[in-house]
């Protein structure tokens, strides 16, 4: 999976992360055809605005953010029974009404079309982009093969494209780095894909975790107004996922919290 135990830190130059930019309207990238969305204002010498969670304090809102991870080496596996998908975590989030964010890969769009197609046209969910390859843009990243810079924005391009071919129309031009793994060159590399980076300020630790419970607590203890949560949409790599949900969604509504897209919450 990849997926850091704490939110990477701002890039080794400094430069901010954009959460304060002001919201612009960017052209959607080529290839998948993103629905327009609010979009972050470029961050420091162009380089591509980096989201982590909103700076409105007093809305209780949270967008609760699911990875669908899939490598492009991973299809054998995948033909052998391997489960990258978890359609009863879909199933719940319809059921409990969760408007939700999904970062999915290319090439997960391309094992599963049928239900990426059914997510990416549910007016519940937006597909966001996780690259095609859930290779690292920057090295090391938690053992990920590295892309060079045009290999990158290449690999952008090549998941959109894979989303379109699916037949997901609710596609917004946000970008998750495979394992949050970035720095300025990683940014400037997709600065012509006209993307908003999207980060986290709560993790999950439902990746190979095997107690819901435990990661019911660890985002209920981590959840302020305005977060981003990172999950995961992956059965055999996050099995208690669903589970955790079913904890997590009515607690957050018992404390006022009202469930977001990322959409939503770059928007303000």
């Not at 809305?59 to 009863?88: I, Y």
């Not at 997510?119 to 095609?132: K, L, P, Q, R, V």
């Not at 630790?205 to 949560?229: T, Y």
């Not at 404390?255 to 977001?260: A, C, L, M, Q, T």
């Amino acid at each position: 999976m990849g997926t850091p135990a704490a939110t990477p830190s701002v890039p080794a130059s400094g430069a901010p992360l954009a959460a304060g930019a002001e919201p612009s309207s960017s052209a959607a990238p080529q290839g998948g055809a993103p629905h327009k969305a609010p979009t972050l204002a470029p961050g420091p010498n162009g380089l591509t605005p980096v989201f982590e969670r909103t700076k409105q304090q007093s809305d209780k809102t949270v967008a609760l953010t699911f990875d669908a991870d899939m490598t492009s080496d991973q299809g054998p596996r995948a033909a052998d029974g391997e489960h990258f998908d978890n359609p009863q975590l879909i199933s719940a989030l319809r059921t409990l009404k969760v408007p939700s964010t999904i970062f999915m890969t290319g090439r997960w769009a391309e094992e599963y079309p049928d239900q990426a197609k059914s997510i990416g046209t549910d007016s519940n969910f937006e597909i966001a982009n996780h690259s095609y390859s859930h290779h690292a843009f920057k090295s090391p990243c938690y053992g990920l093969p590295a892309l060079d810079g045009a290999a990158a924005r290449a690999d952008v391009d090549r998941a959109f494209d894979a989303f379109r071919k699916a037949g997901a129309v609710n596609t917004v031009p946000y970008f998750r780095f495979p394992g949050g793994c970035y720095d300025d060159q990683a940014l400037r590399a997709l600065s012509t894909a006209k993307v908003t980076a999207v980060q986290w300020d709560v993790v999950s630790g439902d990746a190979f975790a095997k107690d819901p419970d435990a990661v019911a607590e660890q985002v209920l203890a981590g959840v302020k107004p305005g977060s981003v949560v990172v999950m995961h949409c992956t059965r055999s790599a996050a099995p208690v996922t669903e589970e955790a949900i079913r904890k997590i969604v009515p607690e957050l509504r018992k404390r006022g919290y009202r469930f977001v897209k990322v959409s939503e919450l770059i928007g303000k």
